[in-house]
């Protein structure tokens, strides 16, 4: 049953409601996360949780790929925080207050704590992802349970090179790809293909691309199957597991990192930009293509 009650993105359950699909649905973006996004989001994750015939919820983005991370430099974007009728949520949790202190709690509120309650949601969630999955898709990627990819997907976080930035504000790298290649590939900028997450534990299965929904969607009735309870307590061992080895305070950790990056370049920067300048602070990326990270060479061609 589709709902059309969003905008940026849609709603729908199969199975006679056991199973929650949503997609992000901001293609001509290649579904880039502004505010309107996240909002929406996050309600259609709370509705999945709240309605007790969802066992399985799936999580994928509509058109070329499933996001190229947050939105930050559209029309649209600027207008929902900085316009004359800004997003309701740019002038609460901090948005009417100013310099870093702002930034800190407007995405301490959106952007970090969203992801934390996406991970601990208390359904099994499903990221099913194709194309790319950049920078802050990575974050609603690694808020799910399980991750499926369509061949071909590429992962990457260019937000060091590109911006400046120690990762992103929901920093799961070195729990994802582990310490060293974290370090690699942001310090580089390079990319790890669809096989690669699959052979680090980070990608469950890899469909075929026009595969990919029917394929995640068999996995999800699969899982749909376990009895709600064992499903939930197999969540929570495991998500406690990594509280306990210090998932958890290092993602606090690090966020406070994050906004001391940002603060950083808001000092110095004369317009108070905060995040590193192009062909400034950072080499002219443009029209540069993301590159896979090899073995055996320093840069790929």
Known sequence: MADSEYRYVTYETVDDGTIARIMLNRPETRNAQHRSMLVE???????????????????????????????????????ELRGDNPHPTATINGGSRSGPESLMLQEWH?????????????????AQVHGGVYAAGLMLMWACDLIVAAEGTIFADVVGTRLGMCGVEY???????????????????????AEEAYRLGMVSKIFPVDELGDRTLEFARRIAKIPTMAA??????????QDNQGFYNSLHACFTMHELNHAHWMVEHDDKMAVAKLGE????????KL???????VEAV
């Open 171 to 193: 920093f799961a790298h070195p729990w994802e790809f582990g310490a060293r290649k974290t370090k690699e590939l942001m310090l580089t900028g390079d990319s790890i293909d």
């Open 291 to 297: 590159k896979l990270a090899e073995r055996d060479t």
């Open 281 to 288: 602070d950072v080499p002219d990326w443009r029209g540069t």
């Open 232 to 241: 939930l307590l197999v969540k929570e061992s495991v998500n406690q597991t």
């Open 110 to 126: 959106y952007f970090f704590q969203n992801t934390l309650r996406w991970r601990n949601l208390r359904k099994i969630t499903i």
């Open 41 to 79: 989001l996050n309600e259609a994750f709370l509705r999945a949780e709240e309605d007790d015939t969802v066992r399985v919820v799936i999580l994928g983005g509509e058109g070329p790929m499933f996001s190229s991370g947050h939105d930050t430099g559209s029309k649209e974007m600027w207008e």
